[in-house]
């Protein structure tokens, strides 16, 4: 298709789909290749171009007092020939080439709009971008054609398959879904578009690929067995195809022989919109299908140009072969007599009087214009290109010395200069201009194949894709309006393996890609707040995993409680011992003057009874939450409390001996020694000793509540360290040797004649308090926990109430049963008899 022009635009075409070449040899004639298999929409691409080209011209503001005109071929779907038109193109069709002195003068074409293939379009644009002409494509999405070192002068008005790989993973993640097949046709275009979408879905962290396959070229029924075998196969439920139509067309029919039902199938743009796919055969099957398809736009006045176009009997018209095509591929006529170069059409005569409105025909349906639109911004981006340089101003020009380009010795190189910054909106809207690379701002329709119960098909626009410089990528979807081929209307769940809930975190199976893994719950102490988490982290010290190991929950505590059973037997237990004593203080009080309470000091008997209630409030200290002065104070309180106590049981043991001794001829001397000031300074030395060891523990090493989670994982454990066991050994170690001391003199004392001999009651009362103590060691040594504050407890009361009714049971049954043996008499009497 030509028409001559002051600047002629080229164009590559896929009218024809295929072609047949002849058997080559050296002897015989060349003959040109035929084409078969008239393309009609390649022929409306075409005319797209044709009429974009004459609305130009008529515009007065865009490119005035200049006429554009074309030279369109057809590359019959055969990258040969395509490669052929392409050189053609850029060094003319002139039989015969007469040089002048300057060689000057424009190129054929100062720009091409094509090809629609991307393997067609990188051959051709590594030589095109030789001569730095202009090729802008409406169809290659090859990503390798951004790469301006290798293609200078390529532009294209669709977008590269690197932002339809991202709109396709945005779609994934939009409906969950994380375990895909690949399919991809064996040419540049598929191949390509297969190791960007890996590499995007592995950085995205997205999903994972079942499987990725290359569909075979041609009807290959046994690889193509295999393929669909392998779709059965795999739980991937979500097919993802860049492939063209014809690849597709013998897909389908293994995957019908087959039936392989229940795959949601995602389309490139290379057949998400085809019609050949949408037949009641296939729609069972592809009905449901999510594409990316081209954006669509619309032409005003496109339909009314397409109907005026009539075949003529001359060939040699601007329009050649190709109207002629058209007409009898439509109308299943054909003219006499046919042209050369394509097959014979059978059928009636062609009058070309036929009207096109009275036919279904492809070439009218302007509804859903597509390649189209961008054949239309192809056009007129070279056109704004040739209007901005052709407006240069002498002297304030782009190039060299500031020069402009002219009509007359106009460079290619020199329109993909201005080419590279044309920014122009086309009357539907659209914004078109170029990035550095030569990609055309991108944007994506997202359509949905709807399938109806009376058996209509239709691809309804669900939504788009787009990247504007404001808000970057942006996906948006009516999900209303998408058909699910599935009984439950809704999108398939299409995951290698379900998502770990809270507690659980992912662990990856050998050998399979990251889609797929276990769910492991968490250890205890750690937790995993969010769904798939990778790792599970750990709680804080004072924390602990919920049962769920969802979440982290305060650990529980763990000390010597007043509200526990065992605190309150302990509580009650000591404040019962300190009303014993009370009660036995009293009683002596009420008893002071008789001879019971008054023999041995009965001082040290008052004192006695004080230090005994101290040891059974101190006790009180060991219950509770531990604090820093009741860690303190315990200790202490204890030991001062039993040192005092046994200090008074000691002065008595050596009062009652010394009495003795002074019974004896020559003795009286030994009782200067234990007056009453005597014993109560011994007391207060004894006892000040203890004191001394407190503080000096106390202050060098003083004890101090500790939380111990070395007894449980999950619980705080509250107590008290001695800080210095040293401190603590002293501390008892004083304890005990006064103890054994006063068992000892006790012991030394219990045969002496007397009604009643308190040494007697001393040496029990000691036997019971050494008994108790030795036993506390291990017991608290082996004790963890609030335990080891149970046993000294219980230590103490034990010792308190062994001291207790050894010492002062016997002397209250007397005084409060037995008055009559209260009598000093009864007491210091002589019997040979023992009791």
Same mark, same amino acid.
């Given at each position: 298709?030509?028409?001559?022009?002051?600047?002629?635009?080229?164009?590559?075409?896929?009218?024809?789909?295929?072609?047949?070449?002849?058997?080559?040899?050296?002897?015989?004639?060349?003959?040109?290749?035929?084409?078969?298999?008239?393309?009609?929409?390649?022929?409306?691409?075409?005319?797209?171009?044709?009429?974009?080209?004459?609305?130009?011209?008529?515009?007065?503001?865009?490119?005035?007092?200049?006429?554009?005109?074309?030279?369109?071929?057809?590359?019959?779907?055969?990258?040969?020939?395509?490669?052929?038109?392409?050189?053609?193109?850029?060094?003319?069709?002139?039989?015969?080439?007469?040089?002048?002195?300057?060689?000057?003068?424009?190129?054929?074409?100062?720009?091409?709009?094509?090809?629609?293939?991307?393997?067609?379009?990188?051959?051709?644009?590594?030589?095109?971008?030789?001569?730095?002409?202009?090729?802008?494509?409406?169809?290659?999405?090859?990503?390798?054609?951004?790469?301006?070192?290798?293609?200078?002068?390529?532009?294209?008005?669709?977008?590269?398959?690197?932002?339809?790989?991202?709109?396709?993973?945005?779609?994934?993640?939009?409906?969950?879904?994380?375990?895909?097949?690949?399919?991809?046709?064996?040419?540049?275009?598929?191949?390509?578009?297969?190791?960007?979408?890996?590499?995007?879905?592995?950085?995205?962290?997205?999903?994972?690929?079942?499987?990725?396959?290359?569909?075979?070229?041609?009807?290959?029924?046994?690889?193509?067995?295999?393929?669909?075998?392998?779709?059965?196969?795999?739980?991937?439920?979500?097919?993802?195809?860049?492939?063209?139509?014809?690849?597709?067309?013998?897909?389908?029919?293994?995957?019908?022989?087959?039936?392989?039902?229940?795959?949601?199938?995602?389309?490139?743009?290379?057949?998400?919109?085809?019609?050949?796919?949408?037949?009641?055969?296939?729609?069972?099957?592809?009905?449901?299908?999510?594409?990316?398809?081209?954006?669509?736009?619309?032409?005003?006045?496109?339909?009314?140009?397409?109907?005026?176009?009539?075949?003529?009997?001359?060939?040699?018209?601007?329009?050649?072969?190709?109207?002629?095509?058209?007409?009898?591929?439509?109308?299943?006529?054909?003219?006499?007599?046919?042209?050369?170069?394509?097959?014979?059409?059978?059928?009636?005569?062609?009058?070309?009087?036929?009207?096109?409105?009275?036919?279904?025909?492809?070439?009218?349906?302007?509804?859903?214009?597509?390649?189209?639109?961008?054949?239309?911004?192809?056009?007129?981006?070279?056109?704004?290109?040739?209007?901005?340089?052709?407006?240069?101003?002498?002297?304030?020009?782009?190039?060299?010395?500031?020069?402009?380009?002219?009509?007359?010795?106009?460079?290619?190189?020199?329109?993909?200069?201005?080419?590279?910054?044309?920014?122009?909106?086309?009357?539907?809207?659209?914004?078109?201009?170029?990035?550095?690379?030569?990609?055309?701002?991108?944007?994506?329709?997202?359509?949905?194949?709807?399938?109806?119960?009376?058996?209509?098909?239709?691809?309804?626009?669900?939504?788009?894709?787009?990247?504007?410089?404001?808000?970057?990528?942006?996906?948006?979807?009516?999900?209303?309006?998408?058909?699910?081929?599935?009984?439950?209307?809704?999108?398939?769940?299409?995951?290698?393996?379900?998502?770990?809930?809270?507690?659980?975190?992912?662990?990856?199976?050998?050998?399979?890609?990251?889609?797929?893994?276990?769910?492991?719950?968490?250890?205890?102490?750690?937790?995993?707040?969010?769904?798939?988490?990778?790792?599970?982290?750990?709680?804080?010290?004072?924390?602990?995993?919920?049962?769920?190991?969802?979440?982290?929950?305060?650990?529980?505590?763990?000390?010597?409680?007043?509200?526990?059973?065992?605190?309150?037997?302990?509580?009650?237990?000591?404040?019962?011992?300190?009303?014993?004593?009370?009660?036995?203080?009293?009683?002596?009080?009420?008893?002071?003057?008789?001879?019971?309470?008054?023999?041995?000091?009965?001082?040290?008997?008052? $004192? *006695?009874?004080?230090?005994?209630? #101290?040891?059974? +409030?101190?006790? !009180? @200290?060991?219950?509770?939450?531990?604090? &820093?002065?009741?860690?303190?104070?315990?200790?202490?309180?204890?030991?001062?409390?039993?040192?005092?106590?046994?200090?008074?049981?000691?002065?008595?043991?050596?009062?009652?001996?010394?009495?003795?001794?002074?019974?004896?001829?020559?003795?009286?001397?030994?009782?200067?020694?234990?007056?009453?000031?005597?014993?109560?300074?011994?007391?207060?030395?004894?006892?000040?000793?203890?004191?001394?060891?407190?503080?000096?523990?106390?202050?060098?090493?003083?004890?101090?509540?500790?939380?111990?989670?070395?007894?449980?994982?999950?619980?705080?454990?509250?107590?008290?360290?001695?800080?210095?066991?040293?401190?603590?050994?002293? $501390? *008892?170690?004083?304890?005990?040797? #006064?103890?054994? +001391?006063?068992? !000892? @003199?006790?012991?030394?004392?219990?045969? &002496?004649?007397?009604?009643?001999?308190?040494?007697?009651?001393?040496?029990?009362?000691?036997?019971?308090?050494?008994?108790?103590?030795?036993?506390?060691?291990?017991?608290?040594?082996?004790?963890?926990?609030?335990?080891?504050?149970?046993?000294?407890?219980?230590?103490?009361?034990?010792?308190?109430?062994?001291?207790?009714?050894?010492?002062?049971?016997?002397?209250?049954?007397?005084?409060?049963?037995?008055?009559?043996?209260?009598?000093?008499?009864?007491?210091?009497?002589?019997?040979?008899?023992?009791?």
């Amino acid at each position: 298709m030509r028409k001559s022009g002051d600047v002629v635009l080229g164009g590559l075409f896929e009218v024809h789909y295929s072609s047949i070449f002849p058997e080559l040899s050296f002897t015989s004639e060349p003959h040109q290749p035929k084409c078969q298999g008239f393309d009609i929409q390649g022929f409306r691409h075409a005319n797209t171009m044709v009429f974009a080209i004459e609305e130009i011209n008529r515009n007065s503001n865009l490119l005035p007092n200049v006429t554009l005109g074309y030279t369109l071929y057809d590359n019959c779907g055969t990258l040969g020939i395509a490669f052929r038109a392409s050189l053609s193109l850029v060094s003319g069709q002139e039989e015969q080439v007469i040089l002048d002195g300057t060689c000057a003068g424009s190129p054929p074409v100062l720009g091409i709009v094509g090809d629609s293939y991307s393997t067609f379009t990188i051959a051709v644009s590594s030589v095109i971008g030789l001569y730095r002409l202009p090729l802008v494509s409406y169809f290659a999405t090859c990503p390798c054609l951004s790469d301006r070192q290798s293609f200078p002068s390529f532009f294209r008005t669709i977008p590269s398959d690197t932002f339809q790989v991202r709109a396709m993973i945005q779609i994934m993640k939009r409906f969950g879904w994380t375990w895909a097949g690949l399919l991809v046709s064996d040419d540049d275009y598929g191949l390509h578009a297969a190791r960007t979408f890996q590499f995007d879905l592995a950085l995205s962290g997205g999903g994972c690929l079942s499987y990725s396959e290359v569909l075979p070229w041609g009807n290959d029924p046994a690889e193509l067995r295999r393929i669909v075998d392998l779709i059965k196969i795999s739980t991937a439920r979500v097919v993802i195809v860049f492939a063209h139509e014809t690849h597709m067309i013998h897909l389908m029919e293994e995957v019908v022989r087959q039936n392989v039902i229940g795959l949601q199938w995602m389309a490139s743009e290379a057949w998400a919109s085809v019609s050949v796919l949408q037949t009641p055969d296939l729609m069972p099957y592809l009905a449901g299908t999510i594409g990316i398809a081209i954006r669509r736009g619309e032409i005003p006045g496109y339909r009314e140009f397409l109907l005026r176009i009539l075949p003529e009997q001359n060939y040699n018209s601007s329009y050649g072969n190709s109207l002629v095509m058209f007409w009898e591929y439509t109308f299943q006529c054909r003219f006499a007599p046919p042209p050369a170069g394509w097959v014979e059409a059978g059928g009636a005569l062609c009058t070309g009087e036929e009207k096109l409105e009275d036919v279904e025909t492809e070439l009218l349906d302007v509804s859903n214009l597509r390649p189209e639109y961008n054949v239309y911004k192809a056009v007129y981006a070279l056109a704004y290109a040739l209007n901005d340089m052709l407006q240069c101003e002498p002297g304030r020009g782009p190039f060299s010395g500031h020069s402009c380009g002219n009509l007359k010795e106009l460079e290619p190189w020199q329109l993909v200069h201005y080419l590279q910054k044309v920014n122009f909106t086309t009357s539907f809207g659209d914004q078109v201009s170029f990035d550095a690379n030569g990609d055309a701002l991108p944007i994506y329709d997202i359509m949905s194949w709807q399938w109806f119960p009376d058996g209509r098909t239709e691809v309804q626009n669900v939504g788009e894709f787009k990247r504007s410089a404001s808000k970057g990528e942006e996906l948006t979807i009516d999900e209303d309006k998408i058909f699910w081929n599935f009984d439950s209307k809704k999108p398939p769940r299409s995951v290698c393996s379900e998502s770990c809930p809270p507690g659980t975190r992912m662990a990856r199976k050998k050998g399979e890609p990251v889609c797929c893994f276990d769910c492991i719950p968490c250890s205890e102490g750690k937790i995993s707040n969010e769904t798939d988490s990778m790792e599970c982290t750990s709680c804080l010290e004072d924390f602990w995993s919920s049962p769920q190991r969802d979440h982290c929950v305060p650990k529980k505590t763990e000390f010597l409680s007043y509200y526990e059973p065992l605190g309150i037997c302990l509580t009650t237990t000591s404040l019962l011992g300190t009303c014993i004593c009370a009660l036995v203080l009293g009683i002596f009080i009420c008893y002071r003057s008789t001879p019971m309470v008054r023999a041995n000091n009965s001082e040290l008997s008052f $004192l *006695l009874l004080a230090s005994l209630k #101290l040891c059974f +409030l101190c006790s !009180l @200290l060991f219950i509770g939450r531990p604090r &820093l002065w009741t860690c303190q104070l315990r200790h202490a309180a204890f030991g001062i409390s039993f040192v005092l106590c046994v200090s008074c049981i000691l002065v008595k043991t050596m009062v009652v001996l010394a009495v003795f001794k002074a019974s004896k001829p020559g003795g009286t001397a030994s009782l200067k020694w234990f007056g009453a000031m005597q014993q109560r300074g011994t007391v207060i030395v004894l006892t000040s000793i203890q004191a001394a060891i407190c503080t000096a523990w106390i202050v060098s090493a003083s004890p101090a509540p500790y939380k111990n989670t070395q007894y449980h994982n999950d619980k705080i454990v509250y107590e008290c360290v001695v800080g210095s066991t040293v401190g603590f050994a002293v $501390l *008892l170690g004083y304890i005990g040797s #006064l103890a054994i +001391l006063s068992f !000892l @003199l006790a012991f030394l004392a219990r045969n &002496l004649p007397d009604n009643f001999n308190e040494a007697k009651l001393i040496t029990f009362s000691m036997l019971i308090f050494c008994a108790v103590w030795v036993a506390f060691v291990p017991a608290y040594v082996n004790s963890p926990g609030k335990y080891a504050d149970a046993v000294e407890v219980f230590a103490i009361l034990a010792s308190s109430f062994g001291l207790l009714l050894a010492l002062f049971g016997p002397k209250c049954f007397i005084i409060l049963l037995r008055p009559e043996k209260n009598t000093k008499k009864a007491i210091m009497g002589r019997s040979t008899t023992k009791s």
